[in-house]
């Protein structure tokens, strides 16, 4: 889960990482200090509250020097549209005077295959384009996980990365505090860019990126951070109701569902297997209407929800459920929800089915007594059929149907 | 012989009195692998389809010294624990099927075991398999015959079900597998292609070996630097998922990798190319697979 500024700052105060005075708006009622506010810090910074990067460029922070203009830049960015994602609200921020700008993140990396910390002089841009333009000034060391960072790692990190007498010794403990934070709170990456300094010589977290690790949610009952998206744009109506299908139901996962534009329904198994399918279909020219990935052994009212969502979309000109010979999951159960949408939803599109596994038989005669009974257009394949290979049936049908629908409307 | 696994294996199941614990134990069992003890701790005592419990993993060795193996079939937060005790307690190879384990557990662990010299291969593995010698974990699920004839050659896949699908098309093609095993799509695998490859490059019964890439992290990279600097000498087909993604808008992430595209790396696109740069074969589509590697082995007996 990725946090907004307004919360990832509101943790780093915790850990004394100092960040600018600010105060967070998310309604316009709420919006009534900010008077007070600007007469006490002076200058101040509106920043709209998104999930996307590159919010400067795209007008979502505005620099307002009375309180009639950050009154003005809080109506303007409250709900304001960024980069296709809505604001959450606005942080309203004293603007500090700054000598300089750094970077620091901690996050993991797979060449060391342990927590990294990253230190660079050079704040402000992305960190690939700053190990690109500036490897020189960036620093990238690997921290011994069961360690921890202690104090003398991070005055070494910071006096390589060019940091010298109080500058290194400050620096340093702002990355100790960083680290506890990222460690306590299972955090994937936690990113301040820019770190600022100012005149007196203290840093502030400027801005925080931080991404929790939704695998560890569950030993941290304390959080209590509403849920989100996460795609760049607001959940479709479908991607919701599929949320809510892993809601309260930890057996197996069915509930991943993400709408693209094409016409191809996927009911795909598997993590690995569903990202090849798609590159299958796509490579032969097909576009597919969503991703999905099911398993782990999901009930059978998981499939029937997934299902129902998948084949609602409108204007879908065939179905390809798919999945890799299974190792564990009980395809005969699985196959049993997925009929059970077939029957809510009776799609006058075709269908193509490949899978095998613990099950499968029983599946198939499932399958083909549904094809009778629902008078369905579905094809079924076992594992004699390679997986991809089926795609190329699932585009012909999907052509058969569409030069089918032509011959009606003309 | 294969790699990791055979019929010198005794393994100890951590977590067996489960549901999916001592499902996969009673197929490992059915399969001809030599499961000598169970541990859940609070459990021992009971038994699981004739294999004993222990509520510790060391007294699980000291009625059963020739154990050398552990499959790790515990809850997500409990798996750093369980690998470390294993470790701790001198088993040199430990499998862990758990999937969702939080990042910051597994760079524990993999430090941890790094140092004491022990393999650990996952999480989020499917198993290893050598096919009529040994299947830990759930590969092949409960008919592995079906998927993994024997053969010569080997399967490391980041993906479960992928494991078995490729061990699958390869045998309707006609081959069989020497040892196939996944290592998981987390960031943290604490077992990569780069690490095992030489391990079926020491295999005198593997004469290719087929990975299984997905986006994501580094790891593709590595086996083809791996392969460049003459560490894997032997035909190498590779197939790389995701493909797709890189099209699609950004922010989202499919598959289980879930990972930080890193460094300009990561791409699957940037991985093909640079294992393609190293020559190594790798099919576009999935089950195009078996007719590189037929190429690569038609190619090699010429060359020999």
């Given amino acids: 889960m990725n946090l907004y500024e307004y919360e990832g700052k509101s943790l780093f105060k915790k850990y004394g990482i100092r960040v600018p005075e600010g105060i967070f708006i998310n309604a316009p009622q709420n919006a009534g200090n900010i008077e007070a506010f600007v007469e006490e810090v002076g200058e101040v910074a509106v920043k709209a509250q998104v999930l996307s990067g590159k919010r400067g460029k795209a007008g979502g922070v505005r620099f307002c020097k009375t309180a009639e203009g950050a009154e003005l830049a809080v109506e303007l960015l409250l709900h304001a549209t960024i980069h296709g994602s809505e604001s959450v609200g606005v942080l309203v921020e004293q603007r500090l005077a700054i000598v300089g700008e750094y970077y620091l993140s901690l996050t993991f990396d797979g060449w060391h295959r342990a927590p990294v910390v990253i230190l660079s002089q050079q704040g402000g841009m992305e960190v690939e384009e700053l190990t690109q333009r500036h490897p020189e000034k960036t620093v990238i060391r690997p921290i011994d996980s069961i360690f921890g960072l202690p104090e003398w790692k991070a005055r070494e990190i910071a006096a390589e990365a060019g940091f010298r007498e109080e500058r290194m010794r400050k620096m340093a403990d702002l990355m100790v505090r960083a680290y506890r934070c990222f460690r306590e709170n299972d955090i994937r990456l936690l990113e301040i860019n820019p770190v600022i300094e100012t005149p007196k010589v203290n840093f502030f977290a400027a801005d925080a990126v931080v991404i929790l690790d939704d695998d560890a949610m569950t030993r941290h009952r304390d959080f209590n951070y509403p849920p989100r998206g996460g795609l760049g744009r607001p959940l479709t109506e479908r991607e919701l109701q599929a949320k809510l299908i892993d809601q309260n139901d930890y057996r197996g996962v069915a509930g991943k569902y993400i709408e693209l534009d094409g016409d191809i329904a996927m009911m795909s198994a598997g993590g690995g297997g569903s990202i090849t399918n798609m590159d299958a279909l796509i490579s032969y020219g097909g576009r597919p209407a969503n991703y999905t990935e099911y398993g782990g052994n999901p009930p059978a009212e998981k499939v029937e929800k997934l299902t129902r969502v998948v084949l609602s979309k409108p204007e879908l000109t065939a179905c390809w459920h798919v999945g890799a010979v299974a190792n564990n999951t009980r395809v005969d159960i699985t196959m049993e929800g997925f009929i059970a949408g077939l029957r809510a939803i009776r799609p006058p599109f075709p269908i193509v089915v490949r899978r095998g596994g613990p099950g499968w038989e029983e599946a198939r005669a499932a399958l083909e007594r549904a094809r009778e009974e629902l008078h369905l257009d579905m094809t079924i394949f076992g594992p004699e059929m390679p997986m991809t290979e089926s795609a190329k049936v699932v585009l012909q049908k999907s052509e058969e149907y569409k030069s089918k629908l032509r011959g009606l409307n003309c | ?304």
């Fill in chain 2, 1 to 304: 012989m294969g790699i990791l696994v055979d019929e010198n294996t005794r393994v100890v199941v951590q977590g067996i009195t489960g549901r999916e614990g001592s499902f996969v134990a009673n197929e490992m069992l059915r399969y001809g692998t030599k499961v000598l003890a169970g541990v859940t701790p609070g459990k021992g005592g009971e038994v699981v389809h004739g294999v004993p419990v222990y509520d510790t993993l060391k007294q699980a060795l000291a009625a059963h010294p020739t154990i050398n193996t552990s499959l790790v079939y515990v809850p997500p937060l409990s798996a750093k624990d369980a690998a470390i005790e294993a470790i701790s307690n001198g088993i040199r190879l430990v499998n862990i099927i758990t999937e969702r384990v939080p990042i910051h557990d597994t760079a524990d662990l993999y430090s941890y075991a790094v140092g004491k010299g022990a393999r650990v291969v996952g999480p989020t593995s499917v198993g290893i398999l050598t096919p009529g010698k040994c299947k830990l974990g759930p590969i092949g699920g409960t008919n592995p015959d079906f998927q993994f004839k024997p053969g010569r050659i080997g399967i490391v896949s980041k993906s479960g079900s992928m494991t078995s699908e490729t061990a699958w098309v390869l045998c309707q093609a006609g081959f069989g597998i020497s040892t196939a095993l996944s290592v998981g799509g987390d960031v943290i695998a604490c077992s990569t292609f780069a690490d095992l490859l030489p391990l079926f490059e020491a295999d005198p019964d593997t004469d290719a070996v087929v990975m299984f890439g997905e986006p994501g992290g580094v790891y593709e990279e590595q086996a083809a630097r791996l392969v460049k600097a003459g560490g894997f000498t032997k035909p190498l087909v590779a197939f790389i998922a995701g493909k797709f993604a890189d099209a699609m808008p950004s922010g989202i992430t499919f598959g289980h990798a879930g990972a930080i595209m890193e460094r300009g790396l990561g791409s699957p696109l940037q991985k093909v190319e640079a294992l393609r740069a190293a020559g190594v074969r790798v099919a576009d589509v999935h089950h195009e697979i078996t007719t590189l590697v037929a190429e690569a082995l038609a190619q090699r007996a010429v060359a020999v």
